[in-house]
Structure formats: structure tokens, C-alpha cells
């Protein structure tokens, strides 16, 4: 719904309690497949950056990684779907641990549960 307001406007209410959107010239940014869909709809009508498809990241870490900035980066790309993919690779067995460990910290600490 938001694509499609962005995209072809709507009038405000008249009431005033709603107001006017205008259409915009271009929808950029990154969303799960349903804006995927959404922005391909509105292809044409309106500019969009790119139809993006599942988030991917692949962290390769040694002994010397932060756990706490990979953790970060894991949890970044996998919080825009289901489908997301965030993988660690690594030799040493204690930054694998201490990942598990901040990417359940970090979650936690999210104010939503998904």
C-alpha cells in the first residue's frame, strides 16, 4: 500500500485530518518480496532503483573479528526476510560461539520479536 501511495499519490481527506501525497519521481530502497512485487507493479509509472531478491551476506571471520560487528552485520541482512541468508564462516571455534552469542543478544534486545 505505501509503494502504491508513493508511486500514484492520493488526495487528502477532506477533513484535512488526512493530507495529500503527491507522487513521487522515483522508489528506491531495499524491502522483502513483497515490495520486491510492489515496486515491480509500479515499474513504468514511476522510477525504481532496482528489484532486489533475498539478502544475502557471507562473513568470513578469523580469530581477530569482533564478534559483536559481525553479529551486527549477520542480523542487518537477515532482518529484511525470511528468505535472507547470513553466513559465518570461520577456523576458529570461539568466534563462531561468541557470534551465536551477540547475534542472541543483540536480537533480544530488539524491540520486536520477527
Known sequence: QAIGCMAYGISGSDDGVRP???????IVGPGNKWVTAAKSLVNGH????????PSEVLVIADGT???????ADLIAQAEHDVVA??????DDAGVIDEVN????RQVGGLPEPN
Open 65 to 71: 573479528a569482533n564478534a559483536e560487528i559481525v553479529a
Open 85 to 90: 541468508r547470513a553466513i559465518l564462516v570461520s
Open 20 to 26: 495529500p501525497v503527491p507522487p513521487c519521481d522515483v
Open 101 to 104: 552469542r551477540q547475534v542472541e
Open 46 to 53: 514511476c522510477g525504481i532503483d532496482m528489484l532486489a531478491g
